[in-house]
């Protein structure tokens, strides 16, 4: 008898700190029934998403644009420890590595803009091109041909 | 990064209100207040236990800030930080203020001078506060995240 066992999808839902967090959180039925391991900057933000399992990483941006490369391995270590077929972020620019690595394993990868960014998109957003698989804005009038608008947060 | 023209700001207010309690986190700002309690930053659960105590929240224009205030139904007063101050590593704080603070219950200090003003208005007007909204994103956009992730089992 043919069995239909239905895989289990491994997700992989990365967020900065602060509002880019807080967003992810707003998306969480969107993996229901899933494997999701959590990853973000504050440890103590494990309480938000108990019992799934949460990651860290040290924060970077252009302004401390020297802690990058270390930003970046941290990211190779979460994506070889969780395998994601899928990752989601919400930024801000560290898991754009995520995107990287886990793209080059396979995976399929979703860059959510921040819906923080109205009138243009982020410039992590930009960069995201080259490692997302599908771009979206949470702004109807930043949709263009490979941006999509899927609807917003709030 | 510091933003210690909305602290030094605060913590004139709160001097010239001294009946009512101001609460602040300051990050890595450099100006410490004098007339209320303070922290660099707390985390999530008294975060939100702060808020919820909270008669008024005023913030900069960042998205954590300005969702916490939505889901905890708290008037929000925001100041967008500032570039060319050194308050941020772009200006989007002001194309967020421009968008995202135009919802009801939010309100925008285009500067510091202003904010006395607004929260003294808004001190006296309990009506406010920001309309409920449901704790996830809208049915359309977790229905697309959903449909992406599980394009991935097939």
């Known amino acids: 008898m043919a069995v239909m066992a239905a895989k289990t999808i491994r997700v992989l839902a990365i967020a900065s700190g602060g509002g880019h967090w807080v967003q992810l959180l707003r998306m969480r039925p969107a993996w229901d029934g899933c494997a999701v391991t959590y990853a973000t900057v504050h440890a103590d933000s494990a309480a938000d998403v108990a019992p799934a399992p949460l990651l860290t990483f040290g924060d970077a941006s252009r302004a401390d644009w020297w802690r990058l490369p270390g930003v970046a391995l941290r990211m190779l270590a979460i994506v070889l420890r969780v395998r994601p077929h899928v990752v989601v972020t919400t930024g801000a620019a560290p898991p754009l590595f995520a995107l990287l690595f886990a793209r080059a394993l396979g995976a399929r990868t979703l860059w959510v803009d921040s819906i923080a960014n109205g009138e243009v998109l982020s410039s992590s957003g930009v960069l995201a091109a080259h490692v997302a698989t599908q771009r979206v804005t949470q702004w109807p009038g930043l949709a263009t041909g490979d941006i999509a608008y899927w609807g917003s947060v709030l | ?154």
């Open chain 2, 1 to 154: 990064m510091p933003f210690d023209r909305l602290i030094r700001a605060m913590d004139t207010w709160a001097e010239d209100h001294p009946a009512t309690p101001v609460f602040f986190q300051i990050g890595k700002g450099s100006y410490e207040p004098r007339h209320g309690g303070f922290v660099r930053l707390m985390p999530v659960g008294a975060y939100r236990d702060h808020l919820a105590a909270a008669a008024l929240f005023v913030a900069h224009a960042g998205m954590g800030s300005i969702i916490s205030a939505i889901q905890a139904g708290k008037p929000l007063v925001m100041l967008p930080r500032s570039k060319p101050l050194g308050e941020h590593n772009t200006d989007h704080q002001l194309a967020t203020a421009a968008t995202v603070g135009q919802r009801d219950g939010l309100h925008v200090a285009a500067t510091e001078g202003d904010l006395a003003a607004i929260i003294d208005r808004l001190l006296a007007d309990t009506s406010a506060s920001p309309a409920p909204i449901a704790p996830f994103a809208s049915a359309e956009l977790i229905g697309h995240i959903r449909a992406f992730i599980h394009a991935a089992g097939r």
